[in-house]
Structures are given as structure tokens and as C-alpha cells.
């Protein structure tokens, strides 16, 4: 079991120092995390704009199934369907969304982790 621990310890420090040589100053590893947000970023600007296109296209099945809220069994069944396939794509781009946004946080938090961890290699005047 020492050995196991010993092992471990010396697999974590050169793990820390190969971070400290791919990131030799705060402001590469800030390059580094801008760079990965801002991939989810675009992402979730896609996700958003697809979701503004399918609440477009709410408005006007909305508008069609307008002549049948009386009685929605009567609307025709390929409205009925595009209803519901609308409805079923707008819970997707609100998960894809969440996933997105949680992959931004956790990101942040392994380039927070990171951080805390390199400042030790960092000199002041890289901060």
C-alpha cells in the first residue's frame, strides 16, 4: 500500500509539472480556458438560435390549430404531428442547453482547480 501511495503521489507531481510546462504563465493557461468556453459558447448560440426558430414555427402551428381548440381531435393528423414534434425538439434544445451549460461550469471549475494548483510554479510577474 505504500508503494501504491508513493506511486500516486509521484504520478500526481509529474502530472502537476507537465500541466506547469504546457501552462508556464496565468495567462496562457487564461488563453487556454477562454479558448475552451468559448467552443461551448458557440455552441450554445446555436442551440439558442435553433430554439428561436422553433418557437417561430410554434407561433404558426399555433396559429393553424387555432381553428381547431374547440376540439383538437378534429386538427388534421400531420398538424397534430408537427405540434408534437415541435414540441418534442424544443425539450431537446432546452437539454442540449443545460448540458452546454454545465459543460462551461465544469470547465470552469477543472481550469479553476488547475489554477490553484499551478500558482505555485507561476512567478509573480506572469500573474
Same mark, same amino acid.
Given at each position: 500500500?505504500? #508503494?501504491? &501511495?508513493?506511486?500516486?503521489?509521484? $504520478?500526481? /507531481?509529474?502530472?502537476?509539472?507537465?500541466? @506547469?510546462?504546457?501552462? +508556464? %504563465?496565468?495567462? @496562457?493557461? *487564461?488563453?487556454?480556458?477562454? &479558448?475552451?468556453?468559448?467552443?461551448?459558447? #458557440?455552441?450554445? /448560440?446555436?442551440?439558442? &438560435?435553433?430554439?428561436?426558430?422553433?418557437? @417561430? $414555427?410554434?407561433?404558426?402551428?399555433?396559429?393553424?390549430?387555432?381553428?381547431?381548440?374547440?376540439?383538437?381531435?378534429?386538427? +388534421?393528423?400531420?398538424?397534430?404531428?408537427?405540434?408534437?414534434?415541435?414540441?418534442?425538439?424544443?425539450?431537446?434544445?432546452?437539454?442540449?442547453?443545460?448540458?452546454?451549460?454545465? *459543460?462551461?461550469?465544469?470547465?470552469?471549475?477543472?481550469? *479553476?482547480? &488547475?489554477?490553484?494548483?499551478?500558482?505555485?510554479?507561476? %512567478? +509573480? #510577474?506572469?500573474?
Amino acid at each position: 500500500k505504500e #508503494a501504491e &501511495e508513493r506511486y500516486r503521489a509521484n $504520478d500526481d /507531481k509529474r502530472r502537476e509539472r507537465a500541466l @506547469a510546462v504546457r501552462f +508556464p %504563465t496565468k495567462a @496562457a493557461h *487564461d488563453a487556454e480556458r477562454a &479558448e475552451s468556453v468559448d467552443g461551448v459558447k #458557440a455552441q450554445i /448560440k446555436l442551440v439558442q &438560435e435553433r430554439r428561436k426558430q422553433l418557437l @417561430a $414555427d410554434r407561433e404558426q402551428l399555433n396559429l393553424e390549430f387555432e381553428f381547431y381548440k374547440n376540439n383538437p381531435s378534429k386538427a +388534421p393528423q400531420s398538424l397534430q404531428v408537427r405540434l408534437a414534434t415541435n414540441t418534442e425538439e424544443l425539450k431537446e434544445t432546452d437539454d442540449q442547453q443545460a448540458a452546454l451549460n454545465d *459543460d462551461v461550469k465544469r470547465t470552469n471549475q477543472r481550469f *479553476d482547480t &488547475e489554477a490553484q494548483m499551478l500558482k505555485q510554479y507561476w %512567478t +509573480p #510577474a506572469s500573474k
